[in-house]
């Protein structure tokens, strides 16, 4: 019933093979980082006084992208191409990062995939997007929905989306 908001970064290359005049096909390899901090106040009532909770979150991601596109020409230099396509993605790292203050000064680490991790690593995502190819210049937005189930514990559901901006060049 949550969601936890991340940033990140990502970078790799992709390969685009043209299957006719307008249609192209898009592969890719990509390294991805996602980051997300949380800090929140408490009124704890028996102490009569406020708790606080910090949450440091990491994971580490390898991201197969393949996109379906169809190329729009604006004019000599300009094109705009839509694209749809699956990504699959594996985790190669993730953990979480908790501290508590007063009254208790507790902290936790969570390994996400090790011997007792609640995360699975592989997802599969549906993609989305549009890139506009200024000459050599490309830049891209896009939405990816992830379609499986990421939690190894039937207590709760894990899903992951999300949106991308990515500036590139192509040789």
Not at 26 to 35: D, E, H, I, P, V
Request: proline letters at 4%; one cysteine or more.
């Amino acid at each position: 019933k949550g969601t936890n908001y991340f940033d990140g970064y990502y970078f790799g290359l992709n390969w685009r093979f043209n299957v006719t005049e307008r249609i192209d096909l898009s592969m890719g390899a990509q390294y991805r980082t996602l980051l997300g901090e949380h800090s929140e106040h408490y009124y704890y009532l028996p102490i009569q006084g406020f708790v606080h909770h910090y949450t440091k979150e990491r994971q580490s991601l390898i991201d197969i992208p393949i996109m379906l596109g169809y190329a729009i020409p604006l004019g000599q230099k300009v094109t705009l191409s839509p694209f749809v396509g699956p990504m699959f993605s594996f985790a190669v790292s993730g953990s979480t990062h908790e501290e508590w203050s007063y009254p208790f000064n507790t902290q936790s680490d969570e390994d996400w995939y090790g011997d007792n991790g609640t995360r699975k690593r592989f997802n599969l995502y549906a993609m989305a997007g549009l890139t506009a190819r200024f000459g050599h210049v490309n830049l891209t937005g896009c939405y990816r929905y992830g379609l499986l189930e990421l939690s190894t514990r039937e207590a709760f559901s894990i899903k992951a989306s999300g949106f991308s901006v990515a500036l590139g060049y192509e040789y």
